[in-house]
């Protein structure tokens, strides 16, 4: 079974700090996804990476950085926390594959900013 | 740009019913389309997925969803209703040239005894 991690269930942040949010995947998969999810709007690609050190921006990147120095982590930074970015964290994986390939996701990080 | 629009963000069945959750893409090409759920504290799980091939198609947990192009539809459907269905429901498509999701707003199903 593919497993995707993520390094915090919950997480509680004061404005201003930076903030790491980690994610592995051990099936060897090539892209990496980080999504945001918040009630009614469902979830907004931030960023995803389909290789070591390459990375795109999503839907909305503003605000975020994220790193892939390993194939299997993938992790997002906040540098300067603010309390809009309150929210949901999930990563997700998949293979190259065709269009038909599904991504795999870990089970949330809940980061609250205060 | 294509986007995926769910209709009722809250869906109350009671157990043993039929289960109907609406999605509708937007998409100048057909895109491939995914159902996934996310149970309570957990990430998300998927459900099912159309790519090419037969319209109608079967999931887990007895969950099925038909692609009608003329529809821009992919409705997710289960014929009776368990209390361990309740739970949030996504709706997603992928397009020609993109690599990630987009995500319809979600659809909370809850099951009432």
């Known amino acids: 079974d593919v497993k995707v991690t993520q390094s915090s269930r919950y997480l509680v942040k004061r404005t201003g700090e930076k903030v790491f949010l980690e994610c592995v995947q051990d099936?060897?998969?090539?892209?990496m996804f980080w999504y945001r999810q918040d009630p009614g709007l469902g979830l907004r690609l931030i960023y995803f990476?389909?290789?070591?050190?390459?990375?795109e921006k999503g839907d909305i990147p503003e605000g975020y950085s994220v790193s892939r120095e390993k194939k299997e982590r993938f992790s997002l930074i906040l540098e300067s926390a603010s309390t809009n970015q309150t929210s949901m964290y999930l990563c997700?994986?998949?293979?190259?594959?065709?269009?038909?390939?599904?991504?795999?996701f870990g089970p949330g990080t809940r980061l609250t900013v205060t | 740009a294509q986007s995926v629009t769910q209709l009722g963000s809250h869906v109350s069945v009671s157990e043993g019913a039929l289960v109907l959750l609406r999605c509708n893409y937007s998409?100048?090409?057909?895109?491939?389309l995914f159902w996934y759920v996310q149970y309570p504290n957990q990430g998300l799980q998927l459900l099912l997925k159309?790519?090419?091939?037969?319209?109608l198609v079967k999931g887990i947990n007895g969950f099925e969803a038909e692609f009608k192009k003329s529809e821009t539809s992919f409705h997710l459907t289960k014929p009776s209703a368990h209390m361990s269905d309740a739970a949030e429901y996504f709706c997603?498509?992928?397009?020609?040239?993109?690599?990630?999701?987009?995500f319809g707003s979600g659809t909370r199903l809850q099951v009432q005894p």
């Open positions: 099936m060897d998969h090539e892209n």
């Open positions: 997603a498509v992928k397009s020609a040239g993109r690599r990630a999701l987009t």
């Open positions: 997700a994986s998949s293979t190259p594959g065709g269009q038909e390939a599904e991504q795999y």
């Open positions: 990476s389909y290789d070591v050190k390459m990375k």
């Open positions: 998409s100048s090409v057909p895109p491939y």
């Open positions: 159309y790519t090419t091939g037969a319209t």
